[in-house]
């Protein structure tokens, strides 16, 4: 997908903008890190499971005893260390570690979903420069086209052979271009700025965006495609399922739980016991004590907490399970809409194509017409204002249907990094954090400390609506030049 031929080096290329966008966008980047603390959730949910051994050590002071406390001792040093040993939970541990994995699963779809979104604003920004460069070019040609007439119309005006009128109406449409391209150069600039806050850099003399791959034959092609594929639907199937293992952790809290425990006890009374008296003489400084036992808890009314808990999460349930159908609708509407406003757009690009070739042949006709006298200024104003608006035209039905195509592509799934073939190094795997963090146990272990990896754009430059690429062949138009006539008496009369 999205095969491209080695680009100049003074151009850049949407695969050269995509590559930029993956490695340096902040949205995507932090929505790795987003995904990588959901991975933690997996561990987290197994530690339940899992022995705990904690020690502990005290000293104390008795300053007051009784009177007849002869065998209290005056200072106390214990230590213990215990290893506590869940064994059965009600099933909360075991649905608690199932949920977590099920929503790293939704999180990694949710990832591609990022992604896909992620690329489909780079290629709208990409087009929408290539779009407004063109439209500027276009309005910057229009300016110069009637500047040309403006100055033939004020000629012929001296001569007699115009009325003040018409040099009026040569004034007032070169005004209103002028005014139509400072506009572009607006937008041009906008959409440049865009470019940048998605990309990372500066937009430099594009290329042409590649063909898009194979698109489906219906609207319901594709939804069928999508339904299966799409990853925010994907995600959202699998935060529902997720939210049954929920049901299952709240209803465990009313459940019996059963543990055992080891326990190894030291003390030492540091000379202090019985110290002052002939009993004391035989009472021991030190002792251990080593125990092993079970618990077990049954919870018999805990104030309506677990069926609180039980009805929350159910009503969770119930809530993912319609947040997953409404996910559903959006992704049919939007495949069913990027399909009509694909099919349409090529259907508008055929039609504004020969409506650009016509009123170019209608413009000469018109100025021809004009120079014998059959036709005013007026529609020569007329006629280039009418080639402009369907160059326009033109152009942007171009942007529109390479832009609906690839969210086509996007809501079928098949618009991210895997599928664009992008260089610039190995694509991002989350399963590789997730395999490197799942089984972990050491209490002591930590990552590295979090350091910036998309940059900042604040040293770019602010855009500027200089267009230095020519125009599409199509899109041109020749500035009348003609000499204009010196006098009204030579002027030929129908």
Do not use: C
């Amino acid at each position: 997908m999205l095969a491209l031929a080695s680009a100049p080096l003074s151009a850049e290329t949407l695969r050269d903008a995509l590559n930029q966008a993956y490695r340096n966008n902040p949205t995507l980047t932090a929505q790795r890190a987003s995904q990588r603390a959901n991975d933690e959730n997996v561990p987290i949910a197994r530690a339940g499971g899992r022995p705990t051994i904690t020690t502990s050590t005290g000293v104390s002071e008795n300053f007051l005893r009784g009177g007849n406390s002869f065998n209290t001792p005056e200072r106390q040093l214990t230590a213990s260390a215990g290893v506590t040993l869940p064994i059965y939970q009600g099933g909360r541990v075991k649905n608690g570690i199932r949920a977590a994995e099920v929503r790293v699963e939704a999180g990694q779809a949710n990832l591609r979903g990022v992604e896909a979104t992620t690329f489909t604003d780079v290629v709208s920004a990409y087009n929408n420069v290539l779009r407004d460069e063109a439209i500027v070019g276009l309005n910057t040609q229009n300016v110069r086209v009637l500047e040309t007439n403006l100055r033939a119309s004020r000629d012929r005006f001296e001569v007699g052979d115009l009325t003040r009128t018409d040099v009026a109406q040569s004034q007032a449409r070169l005004s209103l271009a002028r005014a139509q391209l400072q506009s572009a150069q607006a937008t041009l600039i906008s959409s440049r700025e865009t470019y940048v806050r998605l990309v990372g850099t500066p937009p430099g003399t594009l290329e042409a965006p590649p063909p898009l791959p194979k698109l489906p034959n219906s609207a319901d092609a594709a939804v069928d495609v999508a339904i299966q594929d799409n990853p925010n639907l994907l995600a959202a199937n699998k935060l529902r399922e997720a939210t049954g293992y929920d049901v299952r952790v709240a209803r465990a809290n009313r459940l019996p739980t059963l543990g055992a425990t080891v326990s190894q006890n030291y003390f030492n009374y540091l000379g202090t016991a019985g110290r002052g008296t002939a009993a004391g003489l035989g009472i021991g400084q030190t002792g251990t004590s080593t125990a092993v036992g079970a618990t077990i808890n049954l919870p018999l009314f805990q104030g309506g907490r677990p069926a609180a808990q039980i009805r929350q999460a159910q009503e969770l349930r119930g809530q993912a399970i319609e947040q997953a159908t409404a996910t559903e609708r959006q992704v049919i509407a939007a495949a069913r809409s990027a399909y009509a406003v694909w099919r349409s757009s090529l259907e508008v690009i055929a039609s504004a194509e020969e409506a650009v070739n016509a009123n170019k042949l209608s413009l000469e006709g018109v100025r021809a017409e004009n120079s014998v006298g059959t036709r005013t200024i007026l529609d020569i104003l007329n006629a280039e204002q009418e080639l402009l608006n369907s160059q326009v035209q033109l152009v942007t039905a171009r942007r529109d249907a390479y832009v609906a195509g690839f969210s086509l592509l996007a809501a079928m799934g098949h618009a991210e990094a895997q599928d664009l073939g992008l260089d610039g190094g190995a694509l991002y795997d989350p399963m590789v954090n997730y395999r490197a963090v799942r089984g972990k146990i050491n209490d002591f272990a930590s990552a590295p400390a979090a350091e910036p990896v998309a940059t900042s754009t604040a040293k770019v430059g602010a855009q500027d609506a200089t267009v230095t690429k020519p125009l599409d062949p199509l899109l041109e138009s020749d500035v009348d030049r003609s000499p204009a006539l010196t006098t009204g008496v030579d002027r030929p009369r129908p």
